[in-house]
């Protein structure tokens, strides 16, 4: 993937790693980048005229096809808004796992149905799924999230096969524990936004379908490739200490 003057619509582009894509983007070439928040005025002072603001929340339908109106010449998708409820599988009100699933899942799957056909036809266009490695392997703190996770990984995986011979690129981001305000009750070392996200533009840089940003990730992945039933064995013991 080459950004050279390409359009970028990044969700959730007010903080944690949001906000580092949307400055690791300014570093590159792009033409413009549509910086999207459900508050735009929570969104920082990027101080560049490539950034145009678009109010966004993705689990309003009707914000997204407004959204998709203004962002018309869009080439490059990056779905990184994302929530994660610290809620066990087993006993969390059913409404808290729901509002995982809601963004993460149907938000991300409803910003593609709306953005896609603005993506066909351009000579290469790209949809970026940010996932987590917790797509690989269930953390029971946040059951609901990683199975929401899944999912999306899941989606992008079909999607990528379905859209293929349209030129449509689809990558997912795995990271590990990065140190922004998702990650906070976590209690272990944590890579920062800025080199997550750099990383991530050096992936899709390189073409590569699948992004493993962090170190600890990437650690995590390795042990699943080996064996899914290593990295399940690693996280029982995480879990029961
Ligand atoms: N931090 C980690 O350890 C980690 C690891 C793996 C994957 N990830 C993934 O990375 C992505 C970014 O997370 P982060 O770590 O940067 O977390 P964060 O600091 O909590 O930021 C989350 C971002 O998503 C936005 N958001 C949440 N719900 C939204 C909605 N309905 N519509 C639009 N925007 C919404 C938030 O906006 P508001 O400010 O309005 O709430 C915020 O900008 C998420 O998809 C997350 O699952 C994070």
């Given at each position: 993937?080459?950004?050279?003057?390409?359009?970028?619509?990044?969700?959730?582009?007010?903080?944690?790693?949001?906000?580092?894509?949307?400055?690791?983007?300014?570093?590159?070439?792009?033409?413009?980048?549509?910086?999207?928040?459900?508050?735009?005025?929570?969104?920082?002072?990027?101080?560049?005229?490539?950034?145009?603001?678009?109010?966004?929340?993705?689990?309003?339908?009707?914000?997204?096809?407004?959204?998709?109106?203004?962002?018309?010449?869009?080439?490059?998708?990056?779905?990184?808004?994302?929530?994660?409820?610290?809620?066990?599988?087993?006993?969390?009100?059913?409404?808290?796992?729901?509002?995982?699933?809601?963004?993460?899942?149907?938000?991300?799957?409803?910003?593609?149905?709306?953005?896609?056909?603005?993506?066909?036809?351009?000579?290469?266009?790209?949809?970026?799924?940010?996932?987590?490695?917790?797509?690989?392997?269930?953390?029971?703190?946040?059951?609901?999230?990683?199975?929401?996770?899944?999912?999306?990984?899941?989606?992008?995986?079909?999607?990528?096969?379905?859209?293929?011979?349209?030129?449509?690129?689809?990558?997912?981001v795995?990271p590990?524990?990065?140190?922004?305000?998702?990650?906070?009750?976590?209690?272990?070392?944590?890579?920062?936004?800025?080199l997550a996200?750099?990383n991530t533009?050096?992936g899709?840089?390189?073409?590569?379908?699948?992004i493993f940003p962090d170190?600890?990730g990437?650690?995590?992945?390795?042990?699943?490739?080996?064996?899914?039933?290593?990295?399940?064995?690693?996280?029982?013991?995480?879990?029961?200490?």
């Amino acid at each position: 993937m080459n950004f050279d003057n390409k359009v970028v619509l990044v969700t959730g582009a007010n903080r944690g790693i949001g906000k580092e894509i949307v400055s690791a983007l300014l570093t590159r070439n792009v033409k413009k980048i549509y910086a999207t928040s459900r508050d735009i005025a929570n969104l920082p002072d990027f101080a560049d005229t490539r950034i145009s603001a678009l109010q966004l929340d993705i689990t309003d339908p009707q914000q997204i096809v407004e959204a998709a109106k203004s962002a018309s010449d869009i080439d490059i998708l990056i779905n990184n808004a994302g929530i994660a409820a610290f809620a066990s599988l087993l006993d969390s009100p059913l409404n808290v796992l729901e509002q995982d699933m809601n963004t993460n899942y149907f938000g991300t799957l409803n910003m593609i149905r709306e953005f896609t056909p603005l993506l066909e036809g351009k000579e290469s266009s790209a949809i970026v799924n940010m996932v987590t490695i917790g797509a690989f392997v269930n953390f029971p703190m946040i059951g609901g999230y990683c199975a929401s996770k899944s999912a999306l990984f899941s989606l992008s995986q079909g999607i990528r096969i379905e859209l293929a011979p349209k030129n449509i690129s689809v990558h997912t981001v795995n990271p590990g524990p990065i140190d922004t305000d998702m990650a906070k009750e976590f209690d272990m070392e944590k890579t920062s936004p800025e080199l997550a996200a750099e990383n991530t533009l050096l992936g899709l840089e390189a073409g590569e379908a699948d992004i493993f940003p962090d170190q600890t990730g990437k650690g995590m992945f390795d042990l699943w490739s080996n064996n899914y039933r290593d990295l399940e064995k690693a996280v029982y013991d995480m879990h029961h200490g």
